[in-house]
């Protein structure tokens, strides 16, 4: 296996390989990448599904007669925080690389370059529970800090401890809501391998900052190979089971399984409003940062659906709007 760098040796190398790639990338773009909230008028847009309601301009959208929002000059003073899933689950791989190993070059990569433009990060961190938070901070020291929190050595799963009591996302999510007081960019960094409920709480984060959702995932979690007789044991539970993937129809039925949970994740996160960016553990991470630069940019270009959130829709009458009678 591997040697396991430092986490300074891990950001000199992600700095020469893609930190400064990416950073040249980017030039003339930042603005446009990450806006802020600050007061002075930048743009106005037509409405996009998921847009702030309260950046309505609603003189502009009685003349046009279709929505149109406000957009801001940005804080330069921008905080992103990364609200990060580090339970077992988190820390597999099907080859030398685990999702956590993911998890780390990602925020390595985004917290240096976000501290270069002088904007500070900070980190909310889940393993058994919410386990603590770096304030924001700015300086590559603090990016040092971070990634050593991320890569300390997490307790095994204790063995009297019952199935079924495994990650809580929405914990994490919710803590964090209550914690931002300002508007934030937020990155939840995540398999999304949790119990129920964690949607409503992204949904609701969604609703106050600007929220991307990043996805990891490792290939074996869609397939079985076949491996023969095997004990496989639940990273977060500690419980074991002994099976067969020489069986063709067990594995088929795993495909099946993984199939819907991944139907069922897609559309939850589809539905939270929050942008998605899905990191694999055989995927290279400069091209995967690019599909996120990419994803921003695109955010503002897509064709404006010609219809308003489902709560003004409901207080709208049927028909024709008549604009001239909605109060700016």
Not at 174 to 190: K, P
Not at 282 to 289: G, Q, T
Request: aromatic share 8%.
């Amino acid at each position: 296996m591997a040697e396991v760098p430092t986490s300074d040796a891990l950001l000199r190398r992600l700095e020469w390989t893609v930190i400064r790639r990416l950073d040249g990338l980017l030039q003339g773009d930042y603005r446009t990448l990450f806006r802020g909230s600050g007061v002075d008028l930048a743009d106005l847009r037509e409405y996009q599904l998921h847009d702030d309601v309260r950046h309505i301009d609603w003189n502009v959208t009685a003349r046009l007669q279709q929505p149109y929002v406000r957009q801001f000059v940005e804080d330069r003073d921008l905080t992103a925080w990364f609200l990060l899933d580090l339970s077992g689950s988190v820390d597999f791989g099907s080859s030398d690389i685990t999702k956590l190993a993911v998890s780390a070059g990602f925020v390595a990569t985004l917290a240096r370059v976000i501290t270069r433009h002088g904007n500070r990060v900070g980190a909310l961190f889940y393993g058994d529970g919410v386990e603590g938070m770096l304030r924001p901070g700015a300086s590559r020291l603090h990016v040092l800090q971070l990634l050593e929190r991320m890569r300390r050595p997490r307790p095994a799963a204790k063995p009297g401890k019952s199935a079924g009591h495994g990650t809580r996302l929405a914990d994490l999510l919710r803590s964090a809501d209550a914690m931002m007081r300002r508007r934030a960019l937020v990155f939840v960094v995540s398999d999304f391998i949790s119990e129920p409920g964690w949607d409503d709480a992204l949904a609701r984060l969604a609703q106050r900052h600007e929220v991307v959702a990043v996805r990891l995932y490792d290939p074996m979690e869609m397939a079985l190979p076949d491996v023969g007789l095997v004990t496989v044991e639940d990273a977060e539970t500690g419980e074991q089971l002994f099976i067969d993937a020489a069986d063709p129809a067990f594995r088929e039925r795993y495909a099946a399984i993984a199939e819907q949970q991944e139907a069922t994740l897609i559309a939850a996160l589809s539905r939270s409003g929050a942008d998605v960016l899905e990191l694999a553990t055989d995927e290279d991470l400069l091209d995967a940062l690019m599909r996120f630069t990419d994803l921003r940019r695109q955010r503002g270009r897509l064709p404006t659906p010609r219809r308003f959130p489902a709560g003004l829709q409901r207080a709208l009458p049927a028909g024709p709007p008549d604009w001239q009678g909605v109060a700016p």
